[in-house]
């Protein structure tokens, strides 16, 4: 039993949803045949521990979760942009950012699963969930200097990606 407790705003539901089912957009989805809802996700976090944590920035940490039995969670919406050819990588606007999409044969399973998450009083906010491992944030004008360096070094590197079709 895990002593953190995790907390999911109303705003932040309406983000999260975004990762379940199969989506249209580009990144990772849960399967919703393990975790139904938000609701059934934050239920299993509050009941299992993390099995690493990285700190995410001053405020926010990544919290590394795997099922239990070894079920695969989901598909992991990440990859190495060098292991995309550059004629299956396309540019993208979400939410005000210009993202590049990977497109690949099939989207890889996962175990694992990352909850972004920020102390408050009255728990751990969640701020983002998706299955695979770690990720940075989009970097953003306005993040302190060293936080943006590393979030433009990581999505410099990495890209998300989509099933082509």
């Given at each position: 039993m895990s002593s953190l407790r995790f907390i999911l705003s109303e705003h932040r539901h309406g983000h999260l949803l975004r990762h379940f089912g199969d989506n249209s957009p580009a990144g990772s989805h849960f399967n919703t045949a393990v975790f139904a809802s938000p609701q059934e996700l934050i239920l299993f976090i509050n009941s299992n521990a993390p099995i690493s944590t990285q700190s995410y920035s001053e405020k926010k940490v990544a919290y590394l979760f795997r099922t239990t039995d070894g079920t695969a969670v989901g598909t992991d919406g990440l990859a190495l942009r060098k292991s995309i050819p550059a004629e299956d990588i396309v540019q993208e606007n979400?939410?005000?950012?210009?993202?590049?999409?990977?497109?690949?044969?099939?989207?890889?399973?996962?175990?694992?699963?990352?909850?972004?998450?920020?102390?408050?009083?009255?728990?751990?906010?969640?701020?983002?969930?998706?299955?695979?491992?770690?990720?940075?944030?989009?970097?953003?004008?306005?993040?302190?200097?060293?936080?943006?360096?590393?979030?433009?070094?990581?999505?410099?590197?990495?890209?998300?990606?989509?099933?082509?079709?």
């Open positions: 979400r939410d005000g950012y210009s993202l590049s999409i990977g497109l690949i044969a099939e989207l890889p399973i996962t175990q694992e699963f990352c909850v972004i998450a920020y102390e408050t009083p009255e728990g751990l906010s969640i701020v983002t969930a998706f299955p695979g491992g770690y990720a940075r944030p989009f970097a953003q004008k306005g993040q302190p200097t060293k936080e943006y360096a590393l979030n433009k070094q990581f999505w410099e590197d990495h890209v998300l990606v989509r099933k082509k079709g």
